[in-house]
């Protein structure tokens, strides 16, 4: 898959180029998944080849509109970054160039599924960059592409951000690209969804995102999305609309209980 295999022609009228890029994706995302769950520490040059045939083969994938494959490999390749995060020392990773690697392809994944590449313009913005037109027309048309994203693909692209600000942290400390536009537009519709949220759900964001970990190196989004979603509970409540049940709202809780032990270990 990484290496006898040319790329096809991106034509979304050609099946066969469709079949051979969806095929492709999904052998490597379930090559990262099982380097997730099995260990990678013997399979580093695995690791490797899997990642560059994931970035050879996402801009025909990208072209092909093959969506869902490409919601696959935010998860595999997100869980194998959250791997890495929960095997490294809080002062060090483990593999500091696989991190890169890593890094580098969930920026372009998330780049893929949310589509700003498409108007020439950058994935993200330094945090002090202020908001232009030219963003704020990014803004609308992330916000048609996630408005039809099933749940678990935006909380696929919640924690593909979170592991990718971790390993940048990692790897350049005192540097947070926090990619402003794509946060704040999945943020915005997780929190109109959040009547909706399941308990599967919430307990996805309270293992993952607040993993303490990941939370060590960069809390800003975890801490952005529960500051959101509490902030969003609070006003249902007050003004009696739907609610989310109330094992979410404890999960949701519990979050921003884990997020303040993270900070306070912080300060010590």
Not at 180 to 201: A, D, N, P, T
Not at 211 to 234: F, I, N, S, T, Y
């Amino acid at each position: 898959v990484c290496q006898g295999w040319p790329l096809p022609a991106a034509d979304e009228q050609d099946s066969k180029a469709q079949n051979v890029a969806s095929v492709s994706l999904s052998a490597v995302s379930m090559l990262l998944m099982h380097f997730s769950a099995a260990g990678f520490a013997n399979r580093l040059e695995s690791a490797f080849a899997a990642l560059h045939c994931l970035m050879a083969w996402m801009p025909v994938a990208c072209e092909l509109a093959l969506r869902l494959d490409l919601h696959k490999a935010v998860a595999a390749t997100s869980a194998l970054g959250g791997q890495l995060l929960v095997q490294s020392s809080e002062s060090e990773l483990v593999h500091p160039e696989l991190a890169s690697v890593l890094m580098a392809a969930l920026r372009k994944l998330l780049v893929s599924v949310l589509e700003p590449a498409r108007l020439g313009l950058p994935a993200g913005l330094s945090q002090d960059d202020p908001i232009t037109l030219d963003d704020a027309l990014a803004m609308s048309k992330m916000k048609e592409a996630v408005e039809i994203m099933e749940t678990w693909h935006l909380d696929g692209c919640l924690y593909a951000m979170a592991v990718a600000n971790a390993l940048e942290t990692a790897n350049t400390p005192g540097v947070i690209q926090r990619h402003k536009l794509q946060e704040s537009v999945v943020i915005g519709e997780l929190r109109r969804r959040l009547c909706l949220l399941s308990e599967s759900g919430a307990r996805f964001w309270f293992v993952r995102l607040f993993e303490q970990k990941l939370l060590a190196r960069c809390d800003a989004l975890p801490g952005c999305l529960v500051v959101e979603m509490l902030d969003e509970l609070a006003c249902a409540e007050k003004s009696s609309s739907p609610l989310p049940s109330p094992a979410v709202a404890a999960t949701l809780r519990d979050c921003a209980y884990l997020l303040q032990v993270s900070r306070d270990e912080k300060k010590k």
